[in-house]
């Protein structure tokens, strides 16, 4: 295992754990403890973590967990596929990020990335990823929602339209075969549209249920979208999107 593959796990140890011992570290991957106090070292400079009683714990400024499992629907396959997109994202990437708490476990899995510049309308978002000192964040003004933590307006649509990303993460709030990307407030598509028309990849992550849902605001047709991350996918959507869509599976198998 190579220092940078050991130094990951290490955060993802630590953000299970809490607080884990530099001796138990050591032991873990077979390395001395001055192997991992240089990892650890390297970590706390980045301030993914926090030296803390003969080891490491996370950080003060840690983000918070997750919403509330109870609040987000289908939370476990928007975890997967989040961790799906993320492991497309190259590091060094400039990446727009939507509304939506389908966005939101994206930034998370982003966490740990290094060099990314992220541009985002969602408050929450720029939170999840403030831990990383080596991310860039820039947020747009606008109108504030206090319910979902985000800005929408005029001042949004601008910001995404001043800059051209690598990569431009959206969700929405349904999907239908005739017309596409829908959403329930049209203030959500018009950023979603603004960060689709300004970006060189454009990726949808949405699971199976936006299939079954109904909304009545106009995102913009699959033709605009590049890659469809989802858990499953039914044959009859499968067979009707556009071949242009790249189709990505984040199942349990």
């Given at each position: 295992m190579g220092a940078k593959e050991r130094q990951h796990s290490i955060i993802e140890w630590v953000h299970e754990q809490e607080h884990v011992e530099v001796d138990d570290i050591a032991k873990r991957f077979g390395v001395t403890t001055q192997t991992i106090r240089r990892d650890i070292n390297k970590l706390c400079?980045?301030?993914?973590?926090?030296?803390?009683?003969g080891g490491v714990s996370l950080p003060a400024s840690a983000a918070p967990n997750l919403i509330d499992e109870l609040q987000v629907r289908n939370l476990r396959a928007k975890q997967r596929m989040a961790e799906r997109v993320a492991a497309d994202i190259p590091e060094g990437a400039t990446v727009s990020l939507g509304v939506g708490s389908t966005i939101e476990c994206v930034a998370h899995?982003?966490?740990?990335h290094q060099s990314l510049k992220i541009l985002t309308n969602n408050l929450r978002v720029a939170a999840a990823l403030s831990v990383n000192p080596s991310i860039d964040v820039i947020v747009s003004g606008g109108q504030y929602r206090h319910k979902d933590q985000d800005v929408v307006g005029p001042e949004v649509t601008h910001f995404f339209s001043s800059f051209i990303t690598d990569f431009g993460i959206i969700s929405t709030g349904s999907m239908d075969l005739q017309h596409g990307l829908m959403d329930h407030d049209i203030r959500e598509a018009e950023?979603?549209?603004?960060i689709?028309?300004?970006t060189?990849?454009?990726?949808?992550?949405?699971?199976h249920s936006k299939w079954t849902l109904s909304s009545y605001c106009k995102v913009a047709s699959f033709k605009y979208v590049d890659r469809l991350y989802t858990d499953?996918?039914?044959?009859?959507q499968r067979k009707g999107l556009p071949d242009?869509?790249?189709i990505i599976e984040c199942g349990e198998g």
């Open positions: 400079e980045q301030g993914l973590l926090r030296r803390r009683y899995a982003l966490i740990h950023v979603s549209r603004a689709i028309g300004n060189r990849g454009r990726l949808l992550v949405a699971d499953v996918i039914p044959n009859q242009s869509v790249s």
